[in-house]
């Protein structure tokens, strides 16, 4: 099972990695990002001074993170799926020796792997230019990456949610729209939690997003007390197991009702 997952992941990211134009391309959109908000930030702190309780070396920090790690939140398999229901393909993945469950999570691997490269390439090529803050010591940049692949679950089963509901309609353009739209919001991709107003802030509490983006950058800059990650840890934990529930129950009601387009 492993290694059919494994396998799918090489496949998927081989599959990015043909044109090495796609790597360079989007390297290169994410710096662009970087550079936008990086511009908008030094404007602001020129008249303020702060913002979020972050000075600006923290904050171009933050924005620099927050663009690398972007891609391992927001990319996902919705579109992937909704195609191959579309063309039948999925009479296949449903016969596979591997779960539908597995297979999808094997080619997000691959998807992740190729994000996870663009975002360590545009990380290197934006400390060259900018002065980082780097994490105070090895612990808080291992706890970073713990949340940070805690929260490969959680998108995975929000992305299987969404795709699912290819099983209902031909497109589901708009609702993949909504799903990166709100992990950019509630994830602090866009902006600090810190900088919304408080009902904001306490419901992202609740939510499962703010772990995939500004928790781990802000365990990075040490804004983070030790004793607190371990129920954020416990809080992945349990929105991993819920949206679980939620997926496999979805997934169970609509391969009942399945009607494939050209299968």
Known sequence: MLKSMIALGKMQFNQYNIYKS?????????????????????????????????TISQMVTYYILAIS????????????????IRNGQINKELLNPITYF?????INLGELAFAGVIGIATFIIC????????????LDFV??????????????FIQMIVGICGFYTNSIWGMQI??????????????????????FQKLSVWLPFKELIYTPINIWLGQVEHSQIMFVI????????????????????AIKNVTINGG
């Open 22 to 54: 796609n790597f360079w391309l989007f390297t290169l959109n994410r710096i662009v990002e970087i550079v936008v908000y990086i511009f908008v930030w030094q404007a602001i702190y020129s008249q303020t001074g702060n913002a979020g309780g972050l």
């Open 69 to 84: 790690f972007s891609s391992i939140a927001t990319w996902g398999i919705n579109e992937t799926m909704a195609h191959s």
């Open 102 to 106: 597995q297979y999808y999570f094997g």
């Open 127 to 138: 400390a060259i230019f900018w002065k980082l803050v780097l994490p105070a010591n090895l």
């Open 143 to 156: 706890l970073c990456i713990v949340v940070i692949v805690l929260g490969i679950p959680i998108t995975f």
């Open 178 to 199: 909504l799903r990166k739209a709100i992990i950019q919001i509630f994830s602090g991709i866009i902006a600090p939690i810190t900088l919304f107003p408080i009902w």
């Open 234 to 253: 416990l809080k992945q934990i349990i929105w991993g197991v819920i949206l679980y529930i939620i997926a496999k129950l979805f997934f169970n009601h």
